[in-house]
DNA sequence: TCGTTGTTTATAATTATTCTAAAGAAGATT
DNA sequence: AATCTTCTTTAGAATAATTATAAACAACGA
């Protein structure tokens, strides 16, 4: 449980200004226990239902693409119609269901250290992500 | 160097019939010693360059979702506005330079045997894919 | 309180992809 | 070869996710 005080100070810190708004989008997006993966249309969905008040889908782009680039929200590589988004941060990899079109969290620990043995003159390692696709 | 025969006969064996345009894409996409990855529009820009012969967008479309279906073009996922194909239909990981928005093979030994420990009952891996993005 | 700057919003624009339906080409049948 | 059927191509319209616009609004500092 996050209080709306943290919120508040989350986005003082980090140059957004904490409106209405983004404290909702925070609440839903934050204050949970399990991490979260969602579309912005999730999203927007779900502002609504949870917190009654309406936030236009413009400014739901608008913050959680703010948040992303602050680093509190990450983008996960699927090939879907929507792009995804996650709270969890960390590095770290998926399941997806294709069926159910939905993400599950993969501990580290469950695929086990991946150690890329080659490489590109001038480039270095961003992120590696292992993206294990389910089915029936 | 694969001859147009071969082609037309890879499409019959497909039921698919082999016309100019299917033809044409076949060179463009197939006759080559390299994977090949790329983007619809890469793809459709590519065949009036190498054939000289204009194909309608929607039929690129077309052509490319049949060979996905039959299993000779690959769907990568990466979160880009365009969906990336590779003409390497086997299990193989990637590198995403992402400055330069290109796609790179990694072989299997590359990256090395993945394990999953976890298992969701009542679905089966349909595929694990490795995508390692770059920066510079 | 006032002025400045950042934010929200409705709406329009953009863009990748899919749909539609008519014209054309391939393959089979005579 | 002429005809018939089925599949394919095509231009253009439709759809849908995302981004841009610009006016109204809210947060902040002075
Ligand atoms: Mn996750
Ligand atoms: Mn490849
Ligand atoms: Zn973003
Ligand atoms: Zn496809």
Do not use: W
Request: charged residues 30%.
């Amino acid at each position: 449980m996050t209080s709306k005080q943290e919120f508040i100070e989350k986005l003082r810190n980090s140059n957004l200004r904490p409106t209405k708004q983004r404290i909702n989008i925070c609440e839903v997006l934050f204050n949970r226990d399990k991490t979260f993966h969602f579309t912005i249309n999730d999203l927007f969905n779900l502002i609504k239902d949870k917190t009654g008040e309406k936030v236009s889908l413009a400014t739901v782009y608008n913050t959680v693409h703010a948040f992303h680039k602050k680093g509190y929200l990450k983008e996960i590589p699927i090939n879907s119609n929507q792009t995804y988004f996650d709270t969890n941060v960390t590095d770290h990899h998926h399941f997806f269901d294709v069926k159910e079109e939905k993400l599950i969290d993969l501990k580290n620990e469950d695929v086990g250290p991946i150690e890329i043995q080659k490489s590109i003159p001038g480039k270095k390692i961003k992120s590696v992500e292992v993206l294990v696709k389910l089915e029936d």
